[in-house]
């Protein structure tokens, strides 16, 4: 690599430099900057009426300075892991049920014909027309107790002698919009790699005696985990910190990490905690897409 | 040009227009919806506003920072319609920054039809927090998303103050809500009006004005049933929301003009007809409609008056173990 670099002419390094440079400046001021900022909050204590006390104080009496104590609070019971865990098992399952959901549909659309295929690509895409609030109030109306989904749903248990159940405000309703929200970022990496796949790898398959599973399960699915990780990071990580689902469609027990880290700043008014989860909850997902990226660096062999 | 930064849907528009013709000037609103905001956006730096609106806390919290310019009583002549138990208050004792305006309690709203027959007892907050009468209507009742009502609320039922801010009785208000819990259908502090108006929730911790409109909603759509509100005998929360003079407020002139003006009776009661706001006016109280006035919740008897509490501001240790209680709360 070094050699080529070396060898670059003027006016591709500029070319290099102007390409790069726009998105490089736009991590650094919205990114990077922030994040220092964060970290450096959460080793301040919190200001009287919100925001942070002051670093140096005139009058020695007023709080001041540094302090630990905010990471201390949090390691110093168990309480806030268990909602880094609660959040994580829901990012996880939200994301296994986006992709059980997904890999047929983009391989239904891989395979289909070209201008079917661009259609259907526009229907994956057209939730994005509309903020996804709005679709999170609708589903409050569809899975409201007076509306037909649920209504039908309890006739259904009742003939089975089971009590009625509500969808509304529950983690159930939790999830399904969590799904709803999430299952394009699935679909359109996963349709981007199942499109690459040469037709003739299964046919060679086919004529080495595979049968349509095995076709399935030795060639198309080994040459699509970059997909299926590409899609899962997409979605996991922006699930993982999802806090107006659970609040709009939760019940008394549905709280993530997200909701946690916005009470600090809204009601509980401590900056310093609240910034104190946000780096917990960064370095917990960086964490974990290093360990994706390690395995998916394993299992990519094929493609 | 009177510069106001007011709640939202907080004036009536005839009441602006009425004086906007009286004093020949415009008045400019700016809007937000909670003290927090308000709060943050004057600390980033927002100046220019003549009056603003803050509850009791805001108002201290003004105070402390000395970014309030004070009273000038001269000039306010209508002051003596003030009920006085709404003045001298601890947030500005005699009244030097603050005039009140208009206050919401938080009480218990309920479906009139749906707990017909129930044999609830509406008028305490255990129906909110006990079991037995919870069973009936599991599924069905929201309180607040909000750490400090909900905790007032239970260390109100416990005979408790809603400012008491010792840990053993806030842990007896956790163990309470954590208990009551499995009944209540959510947290909730933003649909609880609708779900009130459409028939799924039939019972709600929820503030006054919210549980005036949602009634207004039913009706107009002809629902069949009232939205009613009650006020619990073992007393709830009052937030009582303040006309104040800002400092970078470059007409003081015109907004104690627009003080004195609000102190009016007649345009008092237009909020009151409009939000169903409590209102401490007392030259006010003919030109309401007879219905809200007659409304013991909203406006209570001397003996129910004084139950009510205003929340004060914790300080910050205090808020980080409430809020540490009440993840506990939300995860249990």
Not at chain 1, 141 to 160: D, E, H, K
Not at chain 2, 148 to 153: F, I, M, V
Not at chain 2, 306 to 329: C, F, G, H, K, P
């Amino acid at each position: 690599m070094s050699e080529r670099h070396d060898k670059e002419s003027p006016s591709a390094r500029i070319t290099r430099w102007l390409v790069s440079g726009p998105p490089l400046l736009f991590l650094l001021l919205l990114v990077a900057i922030p994040g220092v900022i964060m970290v450096f909050a959460s080793f301040r204590y919190p200001g009287e009426f919100g925001g942070l006390a002051p670093l140096v104080a005139a009058d020695p009496q007023t709080l001041h300075g540094l302090t630990i104590e905010t990471y201390r609070f949090f390691f110093g019971d168990f309480i806030y892991a268990e909602v880094f865990i609660k959040s994580f098992v829901m990012a996880l399952a939200t994301t296994l049920i986006c992709l059980v959901m997904a890999y047929p549909l983009a391989l239904l659309i891989a395979r289909s014909s070209k201008q079917i295929r661009n259609l259907m690509m526009l229907l994956v895409i057209l939730p994005f027309t509309s903020n996804f609030l709005i679709g999170i109030y609708a589903w409050m109306i569809i899975l409201g107790p007076q509306a037909a989904l649920n209504q039908t749903i309890n006739v259904l248990l009742g003939v089975f002698g089971i009590a009625p159940v509500q969808l509304l405000f529950s983690p159930v309703a939790v999830m399904i919009a969590m799904v709803y929200v999430y299952l394009p970022f699935m679909v359109l990496p996963l349709y981007t790699n199942l499109e690459k796949h040469d037709p003739v790898l299964l046919d060679a398959a086919q004529d080495l005696g595979a049968n349509a599973w095995q076709r399935f399960w030795r060639v198309t699915f080994p040459l699509s985990q970059p997909g299926i990780f590409a899609g899962s990071a997409l979605v996991f990580i922006p699930a993982i910190g999802m806090f107006a689902v659970p609040e709009l469609l939760g019940g008394t027990g549905d709280i993530m990490i997200g909701n946690l880290i916005k009470e600090q700043f809204l009601g509980t008014r401590d900056w310093p905690f609240g910034s104190t989860l946000a780096i917990l909850l960064t370095l917990a997902v960086l964490l974990v897409v290093w360990i994706v990226a390690r395995l998916s660096a394993r299992g990519g062999r094929y493609a | 040009m009177l510069h106001l930064y007011n709640w939202n849907n907080y004036i009536s528009d005839t009441t602006i227009e009425r004086f906007e013709k009286q004093c020949a000037c415009r008045v400019v609103q700016d809007y937000y919806s909670d003290n927090e905001e308000m709060l943050a956006k004057l600390a980033a730096g927002a100046t220019g506003y003549d009056l603003i609106v803050p509850t009791g806390n805001a108002v201290e919290a003004l105070i402390r920072q000395q970014a309030l310019r004070p009273l000038d009583k001269r000039l306010l002549p209508n002051l003596k319609n003030i009920d006085p138990a709404y003045l001298d208050t601890w947030f500005d004792p005699g009244n030097q920054y603050s005039v009140p305006y208009a206050y919401t309690i938080t009480l218990i709203g309920y479906n009139s039809e749906k707990l017909r027959g129930m044999d609830l007892p509406l008028d305490s907050w255990a129906v909110v927090f006990e079991p037995r009468y919870l069973e009936k209507l599991k599924g069905h009742v929201t309180v607040l998303d909000s750490q400090r009502e909900l905790l007032a609320a239970a260390l109100k039922y416990l005979g408790y103050s809603a400012n008491d801010d010792d840990e053993t009785h806030w842990k007896q208000a956790r163990d309470l809500i954590i208990r009551a819990k499995p009944y209540w259908a959510a947290f909730n502090a933003s649909s609880y009006i609708k779900e009130l108006t459409v028939g799924n929730i039939w019972l709600v911790h929820g503030y006054s004005n919210d549980i005036f409109q949602a009634d207004l909603d039913a009706q107009n759509a002809a629902r069949g049933f009232r939205i009613l509100a009650s006020l619990p005998k073992e007393g709830a929360v009052l937030a009582l929301d303040s006309m104040v003079l800002h400092k970078s407020g470059p007409r003081p002139d015109l907004a104690h003009r627009f003080i004195d003006f609000m102190l009016d009776g007649r345009n008092s009661s237009e909020l009151t007809n409009l939000i169903g706001s409590g209102n401490p006016n007392l030259a006010a109280r003919p030109f309401i409609q007879p219905e809200i006035a007659h409304n013991t919740a909203v406006f209570p008897g001397r003996a129910q008056q004084a139950r009510l509490e205003m929340l004060r501001d914790l300080d910050r240790n205090r808020r980080r173990v409430l809020s540490r209680i009440w993840t506990e709360i939300k995860l249990r």
